[in-house]
């Protein structure tokens, strides 16, 4: 069995900025007489008593090429394992609803701090969107317009799919969601027709910070594993 472990890092740019020297020019050729003066927008020339203006194209230096030797944290021996200094979250206050169940995830310790600032409490809602779809939600619970769209896509950039009727009365309902809070929460999620596992966390801890997520699901050798763009 192996082990699939998803990081998603949030990333900076970092934005350079140029400034242009001044400089002025005069002389003559041909009997035309020019004086050139540079301004912080471009250059400014008069050409036979006629003023006209260009910009200078501006060169990428061969020096932009030379960075910093970045090794990722996975290749890194010298890189903190999250897994073995994060506390994880353990859930609580469940609401049962028609289409599946909503709860709180709460640290279950010190927060580890390792890549960002942990998220303390975060919000999981678990819905059966039809008898063959399965949508688990994890995102933090206190959200505001000035950080929206750091956790959560519009539907402009990914459209959501709709919540469809579930009826278990009527619909054969194949996928099964379990969770436990031992020794932290964790999940699996089971395709009852086959008894096939297709997402387990179980041993392993959830960490979720502003700057860094990961969670880690056990997979069978040779899996194929989709889905997980957002």
């Given at each position: ?49 006629t003023q006209t203006s260009f910009r200078a194209i501006f060169t990428v230096p061969a ?15 010298e890189a903190v394992d999250p897994q073995k200094v994060c506390p994880g979250y353990m ?140």
């Open positions: 069995m192996a082990r699939f472990t998803v990081n998603a890092f949030i990333c900076s740019l970092l934005t350079y900025g140029f400034a242009q020297a001044q400089s002025s020019y005069s002389g003559s050729a041909d009997g035309l007489t020019t004086v050139a003066a540079s301004t912080a927008t471009g250059t400014v020339a008069t050409v036979s008593g020096s932009a090429d030379e960075g910093a030797n970045l090794l990722p944290t996975t290749q890194d021996p859930a609580s206050n469940v609401v049962r609803s028609e289409v599946g169940f909503s709860a709180t995830l709460s640290l279950a310790g010190p927060a580890c701090n390792v890549y960002g600032t942990d998220i303390e409490t975060l919000n999981l809602t678990v819905a059966y969107q039809t008898a063959h779809r399965l949508a688990v939600n994890i995102s933090p619970a206190n959200i505001a317009a000035s950080n929206m769209t750091q956790y959560i896509l519009s539907d402009e950039l990914v459209q959501q799919p709709k919540q469809g009727v579930v009826d278990p009365a009527i619909q054969d309902i194949d996928l099964q969601f379990s969770w436990s809070n031992d020794p932290t929460f964790s999940f699996t999620v089971l395709r009852k027709s086959n008894g096939d596992v297709l997402f387990d966390t179980r041993g392993t801890n959830l960490v979720f910070e502003n700057q860094f997520i990961e969670f880690v699901s056990a997979l069978p050798e040779n899996y194929n594993l989709y889905g997980l763009g957002e």
